[in-house]
């Protein structure tokens, strides 16, 4: 019984005192324990823990534990420090106050020393030095490496790209794309003193295709007149979604979207077209496909409060396809694709949930989130795009703000409640923020444009769920 509750409660993700749902009673009538889990932000006293706008109260007789690879410890909670996932188990006291009666701290995501990989997003700009062994940085990760002669390289470019056709000429871009694993720790000015960095091949070419050979196509309702977005495999058309008939929303979107693509879109083996499509859709959310097609709602465009926002949920979209997200997760955790199972579904149909129309098509992470570390690397990557390009990256957790505060228990937000939920996405952003940018000033980062005015007039009122 207690198990079923407390399930709940974590897949609620909310914080339960503003979802009503989650406060289970037993059937004798005693109240049970809640879970409530983020990054810490802060620690107002020795007893209490903040987690964005929510305190966490300790008392002598709470236990603190930790979690690794090798079990559960005993944890001196005076070692408790911003940055930590801590899980509290206990009970609300009220709206913003969890009295814990048990800590759990995990350990796997270590603060200072760090292991990880991922794709070049662009061309590093200090690529020779970096091979000759010089001392050299590298954007990587949504980190900067700082590379000495301590770092141990494993770096060459021949033995990475060993077996593929070479480029054609033109592009510049040698190494954008490929894979690169690293180690190293964290300086208090939030760049990475790496240790060891290896090289690796980039993605292979259908690495960025749809499943099933689908294809995502624009196309026309012959009798209406409407534009829809058409999933086809050959001929047969699986199911269509309404792009939102304002023209200049469209092109709002697309042109943010555009300015936003790392430069390394280009450079892996297959180039990466990114495509921008507003459709109708009342869920606050935004998707991105592996072949680069970025759905974004209508109900997401109309919660959204500035362009600092939306370009961070389209950075945090595009680090999931160039960072081969979807097909990570089909190799590391399913093992092999799930099959096509739409069945009766009729051709040209309209699709009426975008998820479970994704998760028929073996795209599951549209639906469920993606698993929380690869979340977390685009919102990384997410983040030092948007502070990149000019703006304020203040507003990516102020949007997760937004909704805990707005939407509270309503969990039909996929992008901000099942991965994995608000207050996880919001703290850990804030986390990320200190980290990376201890000294960031920002008070002269873009939050609004004109633009972005322009379009939210043309969009006018639109339903959110
Ligand atoms: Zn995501």
């Excluded at 203040?394 to 099942?418: C, D, H, M, Q, V």
Aim: hydrophobic share 40%; aromatic share 8%; with cysteine.
């Amino acid at each position: 019984m207690l198990k079923t509750f407390l399930r709940r409660a974590v897949l609620c993700g909310f914080t339960p005192a503003l979802c009503l749902a989650c406060l289970a009673v037993t059937e004798t009538g005693a109240v049970t324990k809640m879970r409530f889990r983020g990054y810490m932000t802060g620690r107002a006293d020795t007893n209490t823990l903040l987690i964005l706008e929510d305190r966490i109260e300790l008392t002598p007789a709470s236990r603190v534990l930790s979690k690794d690879a090798a079990g559960e410890h005993p944890f001196n909670p005076e070692e408790l420090s911003p940055g930590m996932l801590v899980e509290a188990e206990g009970q609300w006291l009220d709206k913003h106050r969890f009295f814990a009666e048990k800590l759990m701290v995990e350990l796997r995501e270590d603060d200072k020393k760090i292991h990880g990989s991922a794709y070049l997003q662009e061309e590093p700009a200090d690529a020779t030095k970096i091979a000759a062994g010089e001392a050299s940085e590298l954007k990587l990760d949504g980190y900067w490496l700082n590379l000495d002669n301590t770092t141990k390289r494993a770096w060459n470019l021949g033995r990475a790209g060993e077996g593929l056709a070479t480029k054609t000429s033109g592009q510049n871009a040698a190494l954008a794309g490929y894979h690169v694993k690293y180690s190293g720790a964290r300086r208090k000015d939030g760049r990475i003193e790496a240790e060891e960095v290896e090289l690796g091949p980039p993605a292979p070419a259908d690495a960025y295709k749809m499943p099933h050979n689908l294809e995502v196509v624009r196309a026309k309702d012959a009798q209406t007149g409407i534009e829809v977005l058409e999933f086809r495999q050959g001929n047969k058309v699986h199911g269509r979604m309404k792009l939102l008939a304002e023209r200049s929303v469209q092109e709002y979107v697309s042109l943010l979207g555009d300015s936003l693509i790392p430069a390394g879109a280009k450079g892996t083996r297959r180039p990466i077209e990114f495509r921008f499509f507003v459709v109708e859709d009342p869920e606050i959310n935004a998707a991105s496909l592996p072949d680069g097609t970025l759905l974004i709602n209508t109900g997401l465009l109309g919660a959204i409060e500035n362009e600092a926002q939306l370009a961070f949920v389209l950075s945090h979209e595009m680090a999931h396809v160039l960072q081969v997200h979807y097909r990570r997760e089909v190799e590391e955790t399913r093992g092999s694709r799930i099959g096509l199972t739409i069945a009766g579904v009729a051709a040209g149909a309209f699709i009426g949930n975008a998820g479970v129309f994704m998760a028929q098509i073996g795209i599951a992470s549209v639906v469920n989130g993606h698993q929380r570390e690869l979340e977390n690397q685009a919102d990384r990557l997410g983040l030092q795009n948007v502070f990149e390009h000019g703006y304020d990256p203040r507003e990516a957790p102020n949007f997760s703000r937004i909704i805990i505060n707005r939407y509270g228990n309503r969990t039909t937000s996929k992008l901000w409640s099942n991965h994995e939920s608000s207050v996880i996405r919001g703290s850990f952003l804030t986390v990320e923020l200190m980290r990376e940018y201890p000294e960031g000033h920002w008070d002269g980062a873009k939050k609004n444009t004109s633009a972005f005015q322009t379009m939210k007039d043309d969009l006018g009122p639109v339903r959110i769920m």
